[in-house]
């Protein structure tokens, strides 16, 4: 387009300046007509407009969601944030003000067809969606966006299957039970710290280096399922606690979980599990599973183990010096070797085949269970922090029981020690002829 300016005209010809005025004017009277905003200058094109539309407010965000009443005709939701403003999409659009403080949004409709609501809030940090319980109601698709001050999100509901979450860079929690499609949304949250999860997916795997905190969510009661047989949290270098109980679960790979200390997989089906990456590892819990055999080598840190009900034949803790609780009862170990478990304050082996049981070391133990096992003997001479000791269903005779009542420190009646001696031998023989006076005195109870 031709600039139009006086620089364009020669001086003293006043042809050009009598046709450069008629322009003139039949440009403004044009742009009167049209109430068009126009500048004229030498860097402007004549028609050129300027955007005088309201810029978004930058701490605005939206949530498109998708989602059927319940039989009472009525969507609700949860929302924390300063300024609502939800168009419901049967024509009614609703404004709140509830200045930070946690709202329920309610709508009824007049039929049962899926609706779509979008919502803007200003200064939004928290949401909560909740399904009716019905499988034939609740939210079905939920996509945020331009969410810079979320902080959390509750989603619970059968029918979702989309979640999707743009923009979210302070987004630190997540709780959802959904049977989503897929959850690459979460790989893609900068600032997530702690997740809860259930989904109907059989494989789930999560890339997200800031989390630190993952439970496999089990106890909703909008939305279960135990469909998930393989989790990999490798790409997690952050988390510290990793909780997953779901019975088909089968494969679990923390390989890239430097940071593990805390891993509960009891009540699954997983028959192998390598945690000699996780050397920050303090606490495993492999209760109930399906595993013959467990290294903890690596694992030096640790100081809780829970390995019991397995298909365990042996357990070398001899590495885990920090160890002080230990419960591997109902496995088939016919040894166990806590000589360099000094820190040992719990022990429970019960329910397996040993025949011997050295604790001379274990001398800040408090409470032992050594119950169904093979004993003959056993000393507790250098136990003198004892409190509870179960030894029943073992091979000792009466005298046997008596020099263990002999190893027993005194006691105060306040602290309630207890030794439980039931069925030993077999014929109940040792525990009809001892001498139980003898730990009554040291103000010991036996049953």
Same mark, same amino acid.
């Given at each position: ?22 322009? #003139? ?15 004229? &200058? =030498?860097?402007? =094109? ?23 009443? %319940? ?20 024509? =009614? ?18 039929? +049962? ?66 049977? !989503? ?13 702690? !997740? ?20 496999? #969510? ?7 399922? %135990?469909?998930?047989?393989? !989790? ?61 055999? !467990?290294?903890?080598? @690596?694992?030096? @840190? ?21 160890? $002080? ?11 166990? &070797? ?12 019960? &329910? ?32 003198? @922090? ?7 269903? $073992?091979?000792?005779?009466? @005298?046997?029981?008596? +020099? ?22 077999? %014929? ?15 103000? #010991?109870?036996?049953?």
């Amino acid at each position: 387009m031709k600039r139009i300016g006086y620089k364009n005209l020669r001086k003293g010809d006043e042809a050009a300046i009598t046709g450069f005025k008629t322009t #003139w004017m039949s440009i403004m009277c044009c742009l009167i007509s049209s109430c068009t905003t126009t500048v004229i &200058n =030498d860097g402007l =094109d004549v028609g050129e407009e300027l955007n005088t539309e309201t810029p978004a407010n930058p701490a605005e965000a939206q949530i498109n969601i998708n989602a059927y009443p %319940d039989r009472s005709g009525n969507i609700t939701f949860n929302i924390k944030a300063d300024k609502i403003t939800i168009v419901w999409g049967d024509g =009614d659009t609703e404004k709140l003000s509830p200045a930070g403080e946690e709202t329920a949004c309610t709508h009824r409709f007049f039929n +049962n067809l899926v609706q779509n609501i979008k919502v803007k809030a200003e200064n939004m940090t928290d949401v909560f969606f909740f399904g009716s319980g019905d499988e034939y109601t609740g939210f079905t698709e939920l996509r945020f966006t331009n969410c810079l001050s979320l902080n959390s999100i509750t989603a619970s509901a059968k029918l979702l299957t989309i979640i999707e979450i743009s923009d979210a860079p302070v987004l630190k929690k997540l709780k959802i039970a959904a049977a !989503l499609k897929s959850v690459d949304f979460i790989n893609n949250l900068p600032a997530l710290e702690k !997740l809860q999860l259930t989904t109907d997916l059989e494989s789930v795997t999560i890339k997200n280096r800031s989390l630190q905190e993952f439970n496999y #969510w089990s106890s909703d009661t909008q939305f279960k399922s %135990d469909k998930l047989k393989n !989790l990999d949290v490798s790409g997690c270098p952050s988390l510290v606690q990793l909780s997953c109980d779901r019975p088909n679960l089968t494969s679990l790979n923390v390989s890239g979980c430097t940071s593990l200390q805390i891993l509960t997989i009891s009540g699954t089906k997983v028959a192998l599990i390598n945690v000699s990456t996780c050397k920050a590892l303090t606490e495993l819990n492999c209760t109930a599973t399906q595993i013959t055999s !467990l290294d903890v080598s @690596a694992n030096t @840190a640790l100081e809780k183990l829970i390995c019991s009900q397995n298909r365990l034949t042996s357990l070398n803790v001899s590495r885990n010096t920090a160890l $002080n609780y230990l419960l591997c009862s109902d496995n088939q170990l016919t040894e166990l &070797n806590v000589t360099s478990n000094k820190a040992l304050t719990y022990l429970n082996c019960a &329910n397996n085949m040993l025949t011997a049981l050295n604790l001379a070391n274990c001398t800040a133990l408090i409470s032992l269970a050594f119950d169904s096992n093979r004993l003959s003997s056993i000393s507790l001479a250098n136990n003198t @922090a004892l409190l509870y000791v179960n030894c029943k269903n $073992n091979n000792f005779t009466a @005298a046997e029981l008596n +020099n263990l009542f002999l190893d027993l420190p005194k006691r105060e009646i306040s602290d309630n020690a207890t030794i439980t001696i039931g069925s030993n031998p077999p %014929d109940e023989s040792g525990t009809r002829s001892c001498d139980t006076s003898i730990a009554s005195r040291k103000r #010991w109870k036996v049953l």
